[in-house]
């Protein structure tokens, strides 16, 4: 376990393939370590990021602002050699395909009435996009490619990657809940939606209430309910286990198979929000509401 500083409310965590770390905090900054050696490559003032996106090959990183998705450089290749700018009114879900031959991004609009922006890479060409989607700040494509997920606080939606058709929509009216024994509004800032690596099964959630769908036989169906005081959660490694990081600053590893806590582990950093895995499954990172990165190895 190693713990990283960066001084501000961590607000997004993302791993590339290379071993490169990028956070983004609610200040607006974004910062880049080298995961081995915690040495900051990057350290740069934006708005605010909801999601980031490795170029799965290592050459650069994509963060979304509310007016243009930026590039960084990232791989060894000289600086200029990143994408160009994607100008338009984003709202903030970007993800790139597992085979990384398409990359999206949600715009900003109504619920069901936005657009999501597709482009081939890596030449970063438009494709035609999917219509009546909605503002999404989450994003994830399933593993094998064939399922595009999106969430908000309260929405869901889960399409065919390729033609956007519907498989699957939730939605559910946020309400208070409890703790510590005061009642509180809803956290900003927890939807997820993860996969595991086999893409048989997808969970999401928001407002300390998880779900999760059994995708495997192409008929989405909806086959838990978990109620968790979470900020963030995804699942990780082989898809077995399934982690959640707690406002109350606990981490708990999950076992999928029965759902049950198998591990509980307490940095004392305060409040978490944000988590990020390896793209191994092997390790993962949270951030935590003082502004600082947790570095930790998963036993899965």
């Known amino acids: 376990m190693r713990v990283l500083t960066i001084g501000d409310s961590v607000r997004a965590l993302a791993v590339s393939a290379g071993g490169a770390l990028a956070v983004g905090t609610g200040g607006g900054r974004r910062v880049l370590f080298d995961w081995a050696t915690g040495a900051r490559t990057l350290d740069a003032l934006d708005a605010p990021t909801e999601q980031f996106a490795f170029d799965p090959g290592g050459g650069w990183l994509a963060h979304v602002q509310p007016a243009a998705i930026y590039f960084d450089a990232v791989g060894a290749e000289d600086e200029g050699t990143e994408p160009p700018d994607l100008d338009g009114s984003f709202a903030g879900g970007i993800a790139i395909s597992p085979d990384g031959r398409t990359f999206v991004a949600s715009h900003a609009g109504t619920s069901r009435n936005a657009r999501l922006s597709r482009w081939s890479v890596p030449g970063f060409r438009a494709q035609s996009g999917f219509e009546f989607w909605s503002p999404f700040r989450r994003l994830a494509f399933s593993p094998n490619g064939q399922f595009l997920a999106g969430a908000n606080e309260g929405e869901f939606e ?27 509004p809803p ?22 209430e998880i779900r999760v769908l059994d995708i495997a036989t192409g008929t989405s169906r909806e086959v838990k309910r978990l109620e968790v005081p979470f900020r963030a959660a995804g699942f990780s490694g082989s898809g077995h286990t399934f982690v959640t990081a707690d406002w109350d600053g606990l981490v708990k590893v999950w076992d999928k198979r029965d759902w049950a806590v198998r591990r509980t582990l307490d940095w004392r950093c305060g409040p978490l929000t944000a988590l990020a895995f390896t793209p191994d499954g092997t390790a993962a990172a949270v951030g935590s509401d003082d502004g600082r990165v947790v570095l930790f190895d998963l036993d899965d």
């Not at 889960?158 to 509180?184: E, H, K, M, N, Y």
């Open 158 to 184: 889960l399409r065919f990657a390729v033609s956007g058709g519907l498989d699957f929509r939730a939605a559910s009216r946020a309400v208070p809940t409890i703790r510590r024994g005061a009642l509180q």
């Open 187 to 208: 956290l900003p800032g927890t939807a997820f939606v993860s996969f595991t690596r086999d893409s048989s099964t997808c969970a999401f959630g928001w407002s300390g």
